[in-house]
């Protein structure tokens, strides 16, 4: 097996023992459920919770950079007055998050 190939497998088995023990914070049944839905069939559980896994990451990351952008704006506010050590997330910030990740809700009511 060439050097590369043997990287890849080595990797791949390192990820399949680290999600093992780990329980995503999308679950899995809400993956499998959509999946579903959507007309797909996922027999294999570990691609599930791959999916999963990878829901979170990305969640975390947009939510990541929602909370910097809020506090770029709060710290802005806290120049003109007082501020809080609170930090309250809004809507609009949250879709301006998504729509850097590629994700646009403008449709949304709510916006």
Same mark, same amino acid.
């Given at each position: 097996?060439?050097?590369? +190939? ?5 990797? +791949? ?6 999600? /093992?023990?780990?329980?995503? +914070? ?34 975390? /990351?947009?939510? /990541?950079? +929602? ?31 998504? /729509?850097?990740?590629?994700? $646009?809700?403008?449709? $949304?009511?709510?916006?």
């Amino acid at each position: 097996m060439a050097k590369g +190939a043997e990287d890849w497998v080595r990797e +791949a088995r390192e990820v399949k023992d680290a999600m /093992r023990d780990h329980s995503p +914070a999308v679950p899995v049944e809400l993956v499998e459920y959509y999946a579903k839905k959507q007309g797909l069939s996922i027999k294999d559980p570990h691609v599930a919770k791959l999916i999963a896994v990878s829901a979170e990451e990305f969640l975390g /990351r947009v939510l /990541r950079d +929602a909370f910097e952008m809020t506090e770029k704006m709060d710290e802005a506010k806290e120049k003109d007055g007082p501020g809080g050590q609170e930090v309250t997330l809004h809507l609009d910030v949250l879709a301006k998050a998504l /729509r850097d990740a590629g994700i $646009n809700i403008s449709g $949304n009511q709510y916006l």
